[in-house]
């Protein structure tokens, strides 16, 4: 089945500089990546997704990048807030399923 | 907000007991997926429950078991508590049409707390 692998763990950046959270999958029929932030009390919010017939989305401060062959997909957040401060779940489907989560990033942004 | 709810915000049980978690589905959606998320660690999937029935699996015993109510509402049962099974339980809801799902928006979860 699918597996999805999630780097770094925890990250630290000093705000208003960039983060980069990196992930693969293994299943290469899985077709939809989506991105999750979690925060305390407020439950698992979607802030983008991509498809598989897309190599790149950016909405705002964030991007997503897919390298299909390589099975690699990363999000990217510029110009760091505090309030970007939360933890970060990359995941992959197949058509919108069985979603298979990594196991997150913690992000800090450092005042 | 997502408009998906769920009930309660917080339970504790004992080894052995029975639990019934609650989830409301967005309006317009017709399918629900149940999360399991221990600490520390990412959501992983229980079921999906699409019209009623069941459509998909994870690797969890039968002791967890669902039900989708005609209005999309749902239910995770879970039966002969462990303390594994502590977790934070995530539903999310998302519309499937022609066989094919749409992005799940998830509610805030329950924690659940085995003692």
């Known amino acids: 089945g699918e597996n999805v692998e999630q780097h770094p763990s925890t990250l630290s950046v000093q705000e208003g500089d960039s983060a980069v959270i990196k992930c693969t999958y293994s299943?290469?029929?899985?077709?939809?990546f989506p991105w999750y932030k979690q925060e305390l009390g407020k439950g698992s919010q979607l802030i983008i997704d991509i498809r598989s017939n897309v190599g790149e989305k950016k909405d705002q401060r964030i991007a997503v990048t897919l390298n299909k062959t390589a099975k690699h997909f990363s999000l990217h957040i510029t110009e760091t807030q505090p309030e970007d401060s939360a933890v970060y779940f990359c995941a992959a489907s197949k058509n919108d399923d069985k979603i298979i989560f990594g196991k997150g990033t913690r992000l800090h942004i450092l005042p | 907000e997502t408009g998906v709810t769920q009930s309660p915000t917080h339970l504790i049980k004992t080894r052995g007991q029975q639990v019934t978690l609650r989830c409301s589905s967005q309006s317009g959606h017709n399918t629900v997926s149940w999360y399991q998320q221990a600490l520390g660690q990412g959501p992983q999937f229980i079921f999906q429950?699409?019209?009623?029935?069941?459509?998909g699996r994870g690797n969890f015993p039968p002791r967890f078991s669902g039900l989708q109510f005609p209005n999309y509402s749902s239910e995770l049962n879970v039966n002969a508590l462990e303390l594994d099974d502590s977790a934070l339980y995530l539903c999310a809801s998302s519309v499937r049409r022609a066989g094919v799902g749409d992005t799940q928006y998830f509610g805030p979860g329950t924690r659940l707390t085995v003692l």
């Open positions: 429950y699409y019209r009623e029935e069941e459509n």
């Open positions: 299943d290469s029929a899985s077709n939809y």
